[in-house]
């Protein structure tokens, strides 16, 4: 059974920083078939596409409201996925998932993937 299990969400003031982690089990997901991706959602709107990257690492694609402040990374070793949040706004808060698919290419659609952890909130003050 796969699981992917988000953690390191919290309260955090306007330009800090923060590092996610998703670690996945059941599924090794560290070929170039599958494409880890983060989401976010914020209360009363829909959940939008914030990063992604390849299983096999090298290609990745962000949201253009996340470019240059968020990275996204893995590590095959440990099966775990990244989500490096640096200068963070209060427009950032949201409950932040880590989901997964197999695709080729990177999707940046929450419908196509398939692969959901539970979710961490991050909450950005002002």
């Known amino acids: 059974q796969v699981q992917l299990v988000e953690s390191g969400g919290g309260l955090v003031q306007a330009g800090d920083s923060l590092r996610l982690s998703c670690a996945a089990s059941?599924?090794?997901?560290?070929?170039?078939?599958?494409?880890i991706g983060w989401f976010r959602q914020a209360p009363g709107k829909e959940r939008e596409f914030v990063a992604a990257?390849?299983?096999?690492?090298?290609?990745?694609d962000y949201a253009d409201s996340v470019k240059g402040r968020f990275t996204i990374s893995r590590d095959n070793a440990k099966n775990t996925f990244y989500l490096q949040m640096n200068g963070l706004k209060p427009e950032d808060t949201a409950v932040y998932y880590c989901?997964?698919?197999?695709?080729?290419?990177?999707?940046?659609?929450?419908?196509?993937?398939?692969?959901w952890g539970q979710g961490t909130q991050v909450t950005v003050s002002s």
């Open positions: 989901a997964a698919v197999q695709s080729i290419p990177i999707l940046t659609s929450y419908a196509r993937y398939n692969y």
């Open positions: 059941g599924r090794t997901f560290s070929d170039y078939t599958y494409t």
């Open positions: 990257i390849k299983g096999s690492g090298g290609r990745t």
